[in-house]
Protein backbone atom coordinates (compact mmCIF):
# COMPACT_ATOMS: atom_id res chain seq x y z
CA UNK A 1 0.00 0.00 0.00
CA UNK A 2 1.25 3.57 -1.13
CA UNK A 3 1.32 6.45 1.54
CA UNK A 4 -1.96 8.58 0.95
CA UNK A 5 -3.84 5.47 -0.54
CA UNK A 6 -6.29 5.55 2.70
CA UNK A 7 -7.23 8.84 4.05
CA UNK A 8 -9.64 7.94 6.69
CA UNK A 9 -11.42 4.74 8.38
CA UNK A 10 -14.59 3.93 9.75
CA UNK A 11 -14.53 0.21 11.38
CA UNK A 12 -17.65 -1.09 12.20
CA UNK A 13 -17.96 -3.63 15.23
CA UNK A 14 -21.53 -3.18 15.69
CA UNK A 15 -23.06 -6.42 16.03
CA UNK A 16 -19.61 -8.20 16.38
CA UNK A 17 -19.75 -10.49 19.00
CA UNK A 18 -16.12 -11.23 19.05
CA UNK A 19 -13.70 -13.62 18.66
CA UNK A 20 -10.26 -15.20 19.58
CA UNK A 21 -8.07 -12.66 22.05
CA UNK A 22 -5.25 -13.15 19.48
CA UNK A 23 -7.25 -11.84 16.83
CA UNK A 24 -8.36 -8.72 18.68
CA UNK A 25 -4.48 -7.66 19.23
CA UNK A 26 -3.52 -8.56 16.24
CA UNK A 27 -6.06 -6.26 14.96
CA UNK A 28 -5.44 -3.67 17.31
CA UNK A 29 -1.65 -3.80 16.30
CA UNK A 30 -2.34 -2.59 12.66
CA UNK A 31 -3.41 0.93 13.98
CA UNK A 32 -1.41 0.85 17.11
CA UNK A 33 2.82 1.10 17.49
CA UNK A 34 4.46 -1.93 18.01
CA UNK A 35 4.85 -2.92 21.99
CA UNK A 36 2.20 -0.85 22.67
CA UNK A 37 -0.47 -2.46 25.48
CA UNK A 38 -3.44 -3.98 23.86
CA UNK A 39 -5.37 -5.92 26.50
CA UNK A 40 -4.31 -7.38 30.28
CA UNK A 41 -5.77 -10.19 31.10
CA UNK A 42 -6.20 -11.31 35.36
CA UNK A 43 -6.59 -14.48 36.18
CA UNK A 44 -9.01 -15.32 39.51
CA UNK A 45 -5.42 -15.49 41.41
CA UNK A 46 -4.27 -12.12 40.89
CA UNK A 47 -1.61 -13.24 38.31
CA UNK A 48 -2.03 -11.10 35.24
CA UNK A 49 -0.76 -11.07 31.80
CA UNK A 50 0.08 -8.18 29.16
CA UNK A 51 -0.71 -8.72 25.29
CA UNK A 52 0.94 -6.34 23.39
CA UNK A 53 0.99 -5.18 19.70
CA UNK A 54 4.01 -7.65 18.51
CA UNK A 55 4.05 -6.17 14.71
CA UNK A 56 4.47 -3.01 12.74
CA UNK A 57 0.80 -1.96 11.53
CA UNK A 58 0.13 0.12 8.29
CA UNK A 59 -2.20 2.16 9.35
CA UNK A 60 -0.75 3.83 12.27
CA UNK A 61 -1.46 7.34 11.75
CA UNK A 62 -4.55 7.84 9.56
CA UNK A 63 -7.49 9.24 11.02
CA UNK A 64 -10.73 6.27 12.35
CA UNK A 65 -13.88 6.40 13.75
CA UNK A 66 -14.83 3.54 15.23
CA UNK A 67 -19.08 2.07 15.31
CA UNK A 68 -20.18 -0.20 18.36
CA UNK A 69 -23.46 -1.01 19.58
CA UNK A 70 -25.06 -3.33 22.41
CA UNK A 71 -24.16 -6.22 19.89
CA UNK A 72 -20.55 -5.02 20.39
CA UNK A 73 -18.61 -7.38 22.53
CA UNK A 74 -15.49 -9.40 23.62
CA UNK A 75 -12.62 -8.90 21.04
CA UNK A 76 -14.17 -5.87 19.54
CA UNK A 77 -14.80 -4.23 22.58
CA UNK A 78 -10.87 -5.27 23.30
CA UNK A 79 -10.05 -3.12 20.19
CA UNK A 80 -12.72 -0.30 20.27
CA UNK A 81 -11.15 0.20 23.98
CA UNK A 82 -7.55 -0.35 23.17
CA UNK A 83 -7.68 2.13 20.24
CA UNK A 84 -10.00 4.59 22.11
CA UNK A 85 -7.83 4.62 25.37
CA UNK A 86 -5.23 5.65 23.20
CA UNK A 87 -6.90 8.42 21.76
CA UNK A 88 -6.35 6.40 18.51
CA UNK A 89 -9.90 6.57 17.17
CA UNK A 90 -13.32 8.23 18.34
CA UNK A 91 -16.03 5.80 19.18
CA UNK A 92 -19.95 6.36 17.93
CA UNK A 93 -22.98 4.73 18.40
CA UNK A 94 -24.20 2.93 21.73
CA UNK A 95 -22.98 1.48 24.58
CA UNK A 96 -21.19 -2.34 23.78
CA UNK A 97 -22.20 -5.09 25.45
CA UNK A 98 -19.55 -5.34 28.28
CA UNK A 99 -17.95 -8.61 27.92
CA UNK A 100 -14.78 -8.32 29.66
CA UNK A 101 -14.62 -12.37 31.35
CA UNK A 102 -13.03 -15.14 29.79
CA UNK A 103 -15.05 -18.44 30.56
CA UNK A 104 -14.31 -22.14 29.95
CA UNK A 105 -16.96 -24.16 29.26
CA UNK A 106 -16.83 -28.02 30.97
CA UNK A 107 -19.55 -30.33 29.79
CA UNK A 108 -21.25 -32.48 32.33
CA UNK A 109 -23.06 -35.73 32.17
CA UNK A 110 -26.77 -35.93 30.58
CA UNK A 111 -25.81 -33.33 27.73
CA UNK A 112 -25.76 -30.47 30.35
CA UNK A 113 -22.56 -27.46 30.49
CA UNK A 114 -21.10 -25.11 32.65
CA UNK A 115 -19.44 -22.01 32.04
CA UNK A 116 -17.09 -20.88 34.92
CA UNK A 117 -15.35 -17.60 34.77
CA UNK A 118 -11.70 -17.98 35.24
CA UNK A 119 -10.00 -14.93 34.73
CA UNK A 120 -10.95 -10.85 33.29
CA UNK A 121 -10.16 -8.52 30.68
CA UNK A 122 -8.72 -5.31 31.58
CA UNK A 123 -8.25 -2.55 28.67
CA UNK A 124 -5.24 -0.35 28.71
CA UNK A 125 -6.16 2.26 31.41
CA UNK A 126 -7.00 -0.58 33.39
CA UNK A 127 -11.24 -0.14 33.34
CA UNK A 128 -13.08 -3.76 33.41
CA UNK A 129 -15.96 -3.15 31.26
CA UNK A 130 -18.33 -6.23 32.14
CA UNK A 131 -21.84 -5.50 32.60
CA UNK A 132 -20.99 -2.15 32.03
CA UNK A 133 -19.31 -1.70 28.38
CA UNK A 134 -18.01 0.78 26.45
CA UNK A 135 -19.33 4.16 26.53
CA UNK A 136 -19.22 5.57 22.95
CA UNK A 137 -17.07 9.70 22.83
CA UNK A 138 -20.84 10.45 20.43
CA UNK A 139 -23.96 8.88 21.47
CA UNK A 140 -26.73 8.07 18.83
CA UNK A 141 -29.09 5.63 18.83
CA UNK A 142 -30.59 4.07 15.46
CA UNK A 143 -33.46 5.69 13.78
CA UNK A 144 -36.01 3.02 14.19
CA UNK A 145 -39.03 4.85 12.04
CA UNK A 146 -36.14 4.40 9.10
CA UNK A 147 -34.72 1.22 9.31
CA UNK A 148 -32.54 1.67 5.82
CA UNK A 149 -31.11 5.10 7.62
CA UNK A 150 -28.04 4.88 9.26
CA UNK A 151 -27.22 8.04 11.61
CA UNK A 152 -24.55 6.96 13.22
CA UNK A 153 -22.34 5.78 9.92
CA UNK A 154 -23.09 9.29 8.52
CA UNK A 155 -22.05 11.00 12.45
CA UNK A 156 -18.59 9.18 11.67
CA UNK A 157 -18.40 10.36 7.95
CA UNK A 158 -19.33 13.92 9.76
CA UNK A 159 -16.63 13.25 12.19
CA UNK A 160 -14.10 12.00 9.65
CA UNK A 161 -14.68 15.24 7.60
CA UNK A 162 -14.09 18.17 10.28
Known amino acids: MGKGEVKSLILDLRNNPGGYLAGAVY ?3 EFLARGTLVVQQEQASGIGESYSVDRQGKLLDIPMVILINKGSASASEIVAGA ?3 YNRARLVGET ?3 KGSIQEAQDLPGGAGLHITTA ?3 LPK ?3 INGAGIKPDIELAMDEKNPTADPQLEK ?3 TLLK
Do not use: N, T, V, Y
Request: aromatic share 16%; charged share 30%.
Open 83 to 85: LRD
Open 27 to 29: IAG
Open 126 to 128: GEW
Open 120 to 122: KWL
Open 156 to 158: AIE
Open 96 to 98: SFG
